[in-house]
């Protein structure tokens, strides 16, 4: 009898669990894409274009307006992003294996009980661990036709990646076990470089003519020699194959290969019907519209994925219990100082499009302010289902702003590394502090700094390091930033990163 008791104890005590574990553990699906900048949101004030399925989630849950990368690059930003570290204490701070025997979000996750998935593009050089299930592009994968790796193999699915990787992760959602809380990250590919858009969004955005940022010919003036050296201009750096130019038919293998890779100096295209020979600035402006359109086309059809992902919630009514959120792996650069790509620790770069939304939870509509970074990700995960964070996480749970509240002891500034010198564009290593108000970079290689106050000069044009009315600005940020580097225990060999006498 009393045997019988114990089973019937632990029976209902498990299904009581169960129980408790669906009713009160969020689902979580997180949707993340390859280098989307927030400026290319309508949500978050886009010239550029609309969409619709983005704002949506805007319009019915809460828009961080001040969301960061601590390393604005694919792979580090990933790795902080599971282990609410920075890179120098994850090990991933450039292109390097992710060392995926650590613990990660996904580990302590799917411990508590969660299944969890991940979907797409992972670019972190290991296998996926801490996932139930997992399918991944291989490396940076294609748009057109990719392949796709899980525990059973390698396999090519026919179609376009986006369309593909939503696919996927509605059968994830779908056969998933209901008796659990889901944890799903669905990683798009799109709208990282070569931008192919899928033919419907290609044809429709040939036409449009894209505005063009005021900083696109931007001349540098006062800032340092990082951005004038970088090989990442959107007029001398895009090569044949990124302006979607046809090679001569003859040419192939390794021919065709050099003459995609060529920056040309001048284009002949058809315009309104008529061949034309652009040279000078007429190039340079078509460049822009060339890449913008391709860009933007991408970004269309991730609105499209992230639509159908919110009617598949609807549908089978899981939207209440669910968190949803959008963001992207860090900014990028939409013509904005001349730039494409990332790296740089100016804003476009490092800005991160955060949107998310929970019914009953977060107000409907509302804007958040206060600066959130990257390493904040999986705390707030950790917090949302309930679980104790993990105290060498880096980061601090959004949960408190989630709610509209910001803690008196929240954050009023944060710490950014860019590791990669020289690395892809030539661009350099740096390290900085972005506070509420000012931001203040450092080329340590070149021993050049820069310092913008943002408040009068959120663009960036402006460097005033060297104005001698702002020492005292620059000598209390520097105090900011070498307490930062130590708290957060980054200590390396370079003499440079201590802090000058007196300072």
């Not at 920075?86 to 450039?94: A, E, F, M």
């Not at 065709?256 to 890779?261: G, I, M, P, Y």
């Not at 340590?444 to 020492?471: C, G, R, S, V």
Request: glycine share 6%; net charge neutral.
């Amino acid at each position: 009898m009393n045997i019988l008791r114990i089973f019937l104890m632990a029976a209902v005590a498990f299904l009581v669990g169960s129980k408790a574990i669906g009713a009160s553990q969020p689902n979580i699906l997180y949707i993340m894409t390859d280098d989307h900048a927030a400026h290319a949101i309508s949500a978050y004030g886009s010239r550029v274009n609309v969409t619709p399925g983005m704002d949506r989630l805007a319009k019915e849950g809460m828009r961080f307006d001040h969301c960061y990368a601590v390393n604005s690059i694919c792979t580090p930003s990933r790795a902080t992003i599971l282990t609410g570290k920075y890179s120098h204490i994850n090990g991933t701070p450039v292109f390097n294996r992710f060392d995926g025997s650590q613990p990660t979000v996904a580990k302590y996750l799917q411990s508590a009980g969660y299944h969890t998935g991940m979907i797409g593009k992972w670019h972190l050089g290991s296998d996926p661990t801490g996932f139930d299930y997992w399918s991944i592009l291989p490396g940076q994968g294609l748009y057109f036709d990719p392949a796709f790796i899980d525990k059973n193999g390698r396999k090519v699915i026919k179609g376009y990646a986006t369309s593909i990787i939503t696919d996927l992760a509605i059968d994830f959602l779908r056969e998933r076990p209901k008796d659990k809380p889901f944890f799903l990250m669905c990683h798009h590919k799109a709208p990282h470089r070569p931008w192919d858009p899928e033919p419907k969004y290609r044809e429709q955005f040939a036409s449009k003519k894209i505005p063009e940022p005021a900083t696109l010919r931007d001349d540098y003036a006062t800032r340092s020699d990082a951005i004038k050296e970088c090989n990442q201009k959107v007029f001398t750096d895009m090569n044949r194959r990124d302006l979607k130019l046809e090679p001569p038919a003859e040419l192939k293998g390794a021919s065709r290969a050099e003459w995609l890779s060529a920056k040309p100096t001048e284009v002949e295209t058809v315009i309104d019907g008529k061949p034309v020979k652009l040279t000078g600035a007429a190039l340079d402006s078509w460049k822009y519209q060339r890449y913008m359109q391709d860009y933007l086309a991408c970004v269309q059809s991730v609105d499209d994925s992230v639509g159908r992902l919110l009617d598949f919630l609807d549908v089978e009514h899981l939207a209440t219990n669910t968190i949803v959120i959008y963001t992207s792996d860090q900014g990028f650069f939409l013509g904005d100082h001349g730039l494409y790509d990332k790296r740089f620790m100016y804003e476009p770069s490092i800005q991160m499009p955060f949107i998310v939304r929970w019914p009953g939870h977060i107000k409907a509509g509302s804007v958040q302010s206060s600066l959130a970074i990257n390493v904040d990700f999986a705390p707030t995960f950790m917090d949302v289902a309930g679980l104790k964070v993990p105290t060498d996480m880096q980061g601090a749970s959004l949960l408190p702003l989630f709610r509209g509240k910001k803690p008196s002891s929240w954050r009023t500034g944060f710490y950014y590394r860019y590791y990669h010198d020289p690395g892809d564009h030539n661009t350099r290593a740096h390290y900085g502090i972005r506070t509420d108000t000012h931001k203040l970079i450092h080329y340590w290689k070149k021993n050049q700094w820069e310092l913008f106050d943002l408040t009068h000069d959120p663009d960036e044009m402006h460097n005033i390091y060297a104005d001698p009315a702002q020492k005292r600005t620059v000598e209390e940020l520097k105090k900011q930033l070498f307490r930062l580097k130590k708290e957060l225990k980054e200590q390396d060999q370079f003499a440079e990163q201590q802090p000058p006498p007196g300072v």
